[in-house]
């Protein structure tokens, strides 16, 4: 990254006309932009507010094998800067989204990162298995935020031994790279980022989502109906922005998706700054559909 | 990209700030919404202060398409947290970041049938700017409001206006029927002539409303209130249980609704979890399990 020019009117530049290439590892991107899994579900619905074949790459709401109907609601409570949300998954299952949605996205021509999210390490594998030689898919995201049921519902990120056998598992059988998706709800991020790369993931998605909880203080319940869930937004943005420079600072090689609280594009500077090589946006989704493309233009003013 | 963008979400200017009864209105400048909204259909608004983050949907209560403003929209709303007084708190010339029209409008009736539609709150609001519609179709419309009290009863006078009749109730009596809307419906139903409800209010009203006109063999079309997130259907916050192909499937209110079929919501359901489905990934679920509201 160089210094940021003064001259460069971030309003001014069209992506295309700078190069905003990145290289994760093996994979090269377009661009810097990438979404984050879980508010962008396939780009169906976010297609009549941009152009999403100019994203870097879509990362897909994370897929399970059988479909998943979720959590009740309340799934979302609003807090200060912040949301959090226990939606439960809900995703078509990989077999039908496979059907369904991944022609879609293909035909746009976009790259698809797939996110696969599983109850215990076969199912990771199985998921894996699933995307082998897919045309379009160019990565694979696993969410392993996500409780372990063959170990007291430990979430896999938890526990070094865990990522490591689940991003072995999905390296042996995948065709396409791997990103090992974080919580930083941990004592080491670093520690588990190490485990996961040393499995054979090629980078790591830094961050899910931060474990909270609020209760409605009239009604002396919580806010929602699975009583925690995951806190996203503005407010976690610090977090994002340390987890993104410890990682970066234990394993200097290793490509990070950074996320976490990104609005605007100095957020997306900021994470790049840390040591991120992309940036996922999510916010931005949920608030501003139509805003990706000003960030892609004004990071190339800013980290070019 | 700017022609694309255009089309769903604007920086539209306050046209009008108004009080109607215990409620708000504003107006806005939106020749492209106006242009494309119908009954059902909702804006969703970005607003500040407070530390609100989400943007706030509202059903659509108005539109102009000509005129000076070449294009107008009108949103009711009652202040109930940050984001609605902040809204409240608007005078002409702001702006406002509006993504819309949004979601499933109500779907006009095929044949000539007898239409009642059945308001709580300001939930009646997108049920006149529907009423205008059937009226011009030529179809016979009967109005129940209900409200808990006179100055929440929204519009009574356009209500009579749009309609060969208008029933109102209040939960104190302070104006029309004392007690709810379904106390009235029922009657109206055994009366015959109706062929078609369409409700919109608390979502308990809507369930007791749908109940009826199950009972009564009538369709039932309602506009539901599930909170959002996105407004648009990417992140799946806004789901209610909903009978499809032989199945309950969690649906959007954002997208597949708000306006849903009465009869294939399961009321019963909303809030519920699943059967089968206990074992989530989410982050969220890693959480004591033991705890549950
Ligand atoms: C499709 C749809 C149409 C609506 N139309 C209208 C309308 O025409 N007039 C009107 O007054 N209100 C309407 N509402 C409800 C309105 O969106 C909420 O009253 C408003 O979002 C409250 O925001 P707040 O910051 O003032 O309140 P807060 O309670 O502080 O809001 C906190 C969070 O909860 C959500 N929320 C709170 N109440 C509701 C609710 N009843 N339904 C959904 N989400 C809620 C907010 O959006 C926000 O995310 C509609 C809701 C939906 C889903
Ligand atoms: C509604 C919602 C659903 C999400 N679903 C997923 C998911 O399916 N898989 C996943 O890996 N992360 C999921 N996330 C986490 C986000 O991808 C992201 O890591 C996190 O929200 C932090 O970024 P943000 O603050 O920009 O939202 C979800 C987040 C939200 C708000
Ligand atoms: S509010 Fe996001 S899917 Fe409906």
Redesign the pocket.
Known sequence: MTAVDPRAGASRLRSDQVDLRVDLGPLRLDNPIVTASGCFASGREIERFFDIARLGAVVVKSLTLEPRGGLPTPRMAETASGMLNAIGLQNPGVEQWLATELPWLQALGVPVVVSIAGKTVAEYRMLAEYLRGQPGVVAIEANISCPNVDDRNVVFACRADATREVIQQVTRVATVPVFAKLTPDVTDIAGIAEAAVAAGATGVSLINTLLGMAIDVETRRPKLAAVTGGLSGPAIKPVAVRAVHQVHQALPDVPIIGMGGVRTVTDVAELMLAGAKCGGRRHRDVRQPAGRHRAARGAAALVR | MAATAGRCGATEEVLAYRRIGAYHSLTFVAPDMAERARPGQFVSLGVAGGGTLLRRPFSIYAVSRHGPWAGTIEIVFDVVGPGTRWLSGLVKHDVVDIVGPLGRLFPMPQQQVGCLLVGGGYGAAPLLYLAQRLQQANLRVDIVLGAATQDRLFNAIEAKRLSASAVFTTEDGSYGTHGRVTDVIERMFKDGGIGVVYACGPMPMLAAVSRVAQRHRIAVQVAVEEA???????????VVPYRRDGDVANV????EGPVLNGRKVVWDEIGRQPVGDVATGDTATAANPALRP
Request: charged residues 5%; positive net charge; aromatic residues 0%.
């Open positions: 959002m997130a996105c407004g648009v259907g990417v992140c799946m916050t806004c959007r209110a954002c997208v």
